[in-house]
């Protein structure tokens, strides 16, 4: 079992910058698979940006070229780096880990990030 703790959530401006970060404890992390995914209000939890235990990343269309996901196994901790922030981006942003053998899954509390002038 892991533990998530997510951090770096703020108010920010359009175009402005955030990095998030999600510090696992618990379990042998460099073993899971992590996501980011983020809740707008009224609407249902989306896939932001993924990280295998390999370093192979994927993203949401809608964000492709401004956020980078990152891991650094050596801290237990995952990083989404958004940049060109919109105020569509505006949403509670989850950490996600899961473990391929079992697909079982595992989510922090979440950190709210806002993007308004």
């Known amino acids: 079992q892991v533990q998530l703790v997510e951090s770096g959530g703020g108010l920010v401006q359009p175009g402005g910058s955030l990095r998030l970060s999600c510090a696992a404890s618990?379990?042998?992390?460099?073993?899971?698979?992590m996501g980011w995914y983020r809740q707008a209000p009224g609407k249902q939890r989306e896939l932001v940006a993924a990280i295998t235990s390999g370093g192979s990343t994927n993203y949401a269309d809608s964000v492709k070229g401004r956020f980078t996901i990152s891991r650094d196994n050596a801290k237990n901790t995952v990083y989404l780096q958004m940049n060109s922030l919109k105020p569509e981006d505006t949403a509670v942003y989850y950490c996600?880990?899961?473990?391929?053998?079992?697909?079982?899954?595992?989510w922090g509390q979440g950190t709210q990030v806002t993007v308004s002038s």
């Open positions: 996600n880990a899961v473990l391929p053998a079992t697909l079982n899954d595992y």
């Open positions: 618990g379990s042998i992390f460099s073993i899971y698979a």
